[in-house]
């Protein structure tokens, strides 16, 4: 067996695969939360929350509907995101006057409630949700296993954060948005419906966190705290990569899967800290982030 | 007295803070004769975590979320250091109260870096990091934690084993604790961070080293939280993991938003609220998280002022 740095490649390459797909789920929800944090400067603690609800209803739709992965991946986004429009337009409304500290406590609650009430239900441990038919099996490459699966959950992410990016860089749609984030009151008086628009932005990024859920049920099991600790640990990674930058959040999120990924070979101990380590490094020479300006 | 040096205002302060003083003293000297004394004594080392948690973000506008690191790593370094090398309670409670001091010094360095929203995350986000690191260290016993810790004779003469004993020691504690916020709150040092709470930029055209002042605020609030989470060690003979939890750092939020952020007696309201709700629905499973959450939904949308910022409302008086 062929070894590099004395690590069988087999088991380098797995883990960097894993990487590769906490990767894509860090890149889904701090894009979400930058998304968010740019319009409504809230920081959307319940995004964990919503993750896993995406999960649920990908699980309760091919329970109790028989409706499968595919129909999960249209569905699930749509109906936490309008859940997600219900709490912007009854609660988050009300705080846009005040601290954005205060959005941050809302957020925290509503997020203990959800998972709360999950794990009344369902305990703590998980619901299986199998892999659809379609990608199951995999490819020999060679030098690795590569599970169809995972490379589809790789490619559909980075096809998701693309598009994420070209449309708010390069659309009028996008420019709108920016330009709202940047002065909301004059864009108002251009005669666009700001208001809707942040609703709409909020339903977005929770549908995205929905769409994470949604991958990552057939991986790790579908579980009421599945999203309690990677919020966190997604905080950590908006830190590090500053939330002014649509595409710094997308290779932020990739390039610490990465090296989440290598650590587990290397040096597992430190597998869990290497993304909190990584960001104290960043805070002292660069506080503002990676891609972030200081303001 | 100093009275009368003060200015006006704040001598018409002065009578209702000594009531509300007064009242919160006879509450924890007769409430043992009405509760459990080991409940008070959690009411106790919980008040004080909260005033500490308060005195950043009611008085320097900081919002901690990750201040359970100092309360367990006290609580950890005073239960090794009273069962494994045998300390006496006093040393064992400076040795927690010192450990979470560092602990503050070395974050609060890299969290002081940021402002507001961001603060909040790296404060988090550095708890989390210690939260695994204690999961995997040998010295806290990982899921297990450190059991059956002595209490020990205070000072070598006082056997904290019996509990009317450890009771006065915690509330002497307690007490000292309180008023050095106190008295932290109302000197000049304070009134400089209230001015950073209020414009920060404003401070900093005065004159005022800014990050100085909220390092110092941050380092003294992780102290006394220190300070709490040692004490509470001794209570329960027992350091355990969910005492650095992030749902920790979120219970001392809530507590403090119950009561009033910003208030001087609100934290201390808060913890017996918050304690006592937990008491009365252990047995419900997870519907303490759920209540924990909805308080904090109905806080933030309607209640913003707190138990104590409503009533020091009515009577228009700070409390």
Known sequence: MTEIFGVPTQALFGQLLIGLINGSFYALLSLGLAVIFGLLNIINFTHGAQYMMGAFVAWFLLNKAGMGYWWALAVAPIAVGAFGVIIERTMLKQLYKLDHLYGLLLTFGLALIIQGLFRNEYGSSGLPYSIPSQLQGGQNLGFMFLPNYRAWVIVFSLAVCLSTWFVIEKTKLGSYLRAATENPELVRAFGINVPRMITLTYGFGVGLAALAGVMAAPIYSVNPLMGADLIIVVFAVVVIGGMGSIMGSIVTGFGLGIIEGLTKVFYPEASNTVIFIIMAIVLMFRPAGLFGTPR | ?319
């Open chain 2, 1 to 319: 007295m100093a009275a009368a040096v003060l200015p006006a205002q704040r001598r018409a302060e002065i009578g209702p803070q000594r009531l509300a003083f007064a009242v919160m003293l006879a509450f924890f000297v007769l409430g043992p004769l009405a509760m459990y004394p080991v409940f008070l004594m959690k009411v106790m080392c919980f008040a004080l975590f909260a005033c500490a948690f308060n005195l950043l973000i009611g008085f320097v506008g900081l919002l901690s979320f990750g201040h359970a690191m100092f309360l367990g790593t006290a609580g950890y370094v005073c239960a090794y250091t009273a069962k494994v090398w045998g300390l006496t309670p006093e040393l064992a409670i400076l040795a927690g109260t010192a450990a979470a001091g560092v602990l503050g010094i070395v974050t609060g360095l890299l969290a002081i870096r940021r402002q507001g929203i961001y603060f909040a995350m790296i404060t988090l986000a550095l708890a989390q990091m210690i939260y695994f690191f204690y999961l995997q260290t040998p010295f806290t016993g990982g899921e297990d934690g450190i059991q059956a810790v002595p209490r020990g004779k205070l000072f070598g003469l006082i056997d904290l084993s019996n509990v009317w004993a450890m009771y006065a020691t915690v509330l002497a504690i307690f007490l000292g604790g309180f008023l050095l916020i106190y008295r932290t709150i109302h000197s000049p040092f304070g009134q400089v961070l209230k001015a950073i709470r209020e414009n920060e930029a404003r401070a900093t055209s005065l004159g005022y080293d800014v990050d100085r002042y909220k390092l110092a605020a941050y380092v003294l609030s992780a102290t006394l939280s220190g300070l709490a989470g040692a004490t509470n060690a001794l209570v329960f003979q027992l350091a355990a993991l969910n005492n650095v939890h992030w749902g920790m750092s979120g219970e001392v939020v809530l507590m403090t938003l119950v009561g009033g952020l910003g208030t001087i007696y609100g934290p201390v309201v808060g913890a017996l609220v918050v304690l006592a709700m937990e008491n009365y629905l252990a047995t419900l499973g997870f519907w303490v998280t759920i209540a924990q959450g909805a308080i904090f939904v109905v806080c933030v949308l309607a209640f913003r002022r707190g138990i104590i910022g409503e009533l020091a409302r009515l009577i228009r008086k700070p409390l």
